[in-house]
């Protein structure tokens, strides 16, 4: 006979998908998942832009001279913004790996969003004095 009712605690896939309730540790997780594909993706492009090296300089300087576009300026941006903030939370993460502890999470995330916005924007001073 049994007493208790059968009860599936486990939420299943369709829980990873639901928004709802979560805290800022989990979007930070959201977004470090998103840029280390990101940056798997740029990586690969990379790889093959590369190949324009095997062409002569001809092939690579006319590269070289889209990538100073302000297009392309952009989507750097766009790359330095997602390396930096997976590089700085993956300290983070890195950091709890070794079984600290944060008493408030929420802090962690900010000290690590206000860090990225700070290497960010010298990065891209710097590279807009590079490309000028
Ligand atoms: C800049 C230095 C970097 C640091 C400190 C770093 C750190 C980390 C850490 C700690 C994780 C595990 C996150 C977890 O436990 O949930 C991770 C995941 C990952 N990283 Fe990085 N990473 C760096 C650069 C890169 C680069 C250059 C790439 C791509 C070319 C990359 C791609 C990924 C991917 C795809 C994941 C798996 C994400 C997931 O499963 O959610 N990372 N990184």
Avoid: C, Q
Avoid at 41 to 63: K, Q, V
Avoid at 78 to 102: D, K, P, S
């Amino acid at each position: 006979m049994s007493h208790s009712k059968s009860y599936d605690w486990r939420p299943g896939p369709r829980a990873w998908w639901d928004p709802r309730g979560r805290g800022l540790g989990y979007w930070a997780f959201v977004l470090h998942r998103l840029t280390g594909l990101g940056l798997v993706a740029y990586l690969l492009l990379h790889l093959w832009m590369l190949r324009l090296l095997a062409r002569g300089p001809d092939a690579w300087d006319a590269f070289i001279r889209t990538a100073k576009s302000p297009l392309f300026l952009v989507l750097d941006g766009v790359l330095l913004l997602g390396l930096v903030y997976h590089g700085i939370n993956g300290l983070r993460l890195t950091w709890l790996g070794y079984g600290r502890v944060e008493e408030r999470p929420a802090r962690g995330v900010v000290l690590v969003l206000g860090l990225t916005a700070l290497l960010w924007l010298a990065g891209m001073g710097a590279l807009l004095l590079v490309v000028r």
